[in-house]
């Protein structure tokens, strides 16, 4: 009996193949970019969206485990341990959509939570922390990319990016470093915002009253898509924008970098 609860642990605790293909495909295409080899546009493009979708899998598995430590025993059963994609509650807004809106417009949309059973934790500050887990790995992996974009070590005056056979001021690599590092930021920017359906507003929903959190929860489904919706029909991309490259340059790292990472990953234009 013990032992069958220990395997089951285990297999509920061990890593998809599928978050290992992910990871091959980040350091491939990574290595690829940093040495020349082969098409660097694409290469930053696949760079790009595996670096994406790796910091998604750890921002899902970052609520599922704090959930699990808080009191949901189901978390392990639910495969949200393995860091596979497809083991979420909501692959399609999970993953796909935040993929699309990279390709489409550049900033990093979060997409939705892993189903988490709220009513077998006891505790406001609980329910908190859980939906604060997310956002503060794409705040770890914000930070820790443009710390490596700042220190310089990838910039090779050798494999200059180039823009219709000219070269640019800065290398390929850490310019994908750059916009990869502009998503995190402005991931866990919108994550944060107190809006029904994000986690700025799981954040802050157990300190409502009942009546409140009541009123709300008919607009939580819709709150990602309005949230699309003032973005691509109004200036607030544009302001928000602005702020994410006002705490880039916080860590001394130039527009430059993220600038010409997006014009790279989007290899499909010029």
């Not at 978050?19 to 495909?25: Q, S």
């Not at 939705?112 to 500050?125: C, F, K, M």
């Not at 009546?211 to 819709?222: D, G, L």
């Amino acid at each position: 009996m013990t032992f069958a609860t220990t395997q089951r642990r285990s297999e509920e605790n061990r890593i998809s193949p599928v978050f290992w293909v992910l990871l091959a495909t980040l350091g491939t295409s990574g290595w690829a970019v940093a040495s020349g080899f082969g098409n660097a546009r694409f290469g930053v493009f696949l760079f790009v969206v595996a670096g994406w979708m790796v910091s998604l899998c750890l921002h899902e598995y970052a609520h599922a485990r704090t959930a699990m430590h808080s009191g949901d025993i189901t978390i392990g059963t639910k495969g949200y341990l393995t860091l596979n994609p497809f083991k979420y509650a909501h692959t399609l807004l999970s993953f796909v959509l935040p993929v699309i809106f990279v390709i489409m417009g550049g900033i990093g949309l979060p997409g939705g939570a892993v189903y988490i059973e709220r009513h077998r934790i006891q505790g406001r500050l609980k329910h908190s922390l859980i939906s604060a887990a997310g956002p503060l790995v794409n705040v770890v992996c914000g930070i820790a990319l443009l710390v490596l974009v700042n220190s310089g070590v990838f910039d090779d005056p050798s494999l200059p990016a180039q823009y219709q056979g000219h070269d640019l001021v800065v290398s390929a690599f850490p310019s994908a470093l750059g916009f990869l590092a502009f998503l995190q930021v402005s991931a866990a920017l919108l994550n944060l915002l107190p809006v029904p359906g994000l986690d700025g507003y799981g954040i802050l929903e157990p300190w409502l009253s009942y009546k409140a959190r009541r009123a709300v929860a008919p607009f939580a489904p819709y709150g990602m898509l309005a949230v699309f919706v003032i973005f691509w029909q109004t200036g607030a991309s544009r302001w928000f924008s602005d702020l994410v490259f006002r705490i880039i340059h916080l860590f001394g790292v130039s527009d430059a970098y993220p600038v010409v990472g997006q014009f790279l990953f989007r290899f499909w234009e010029n």
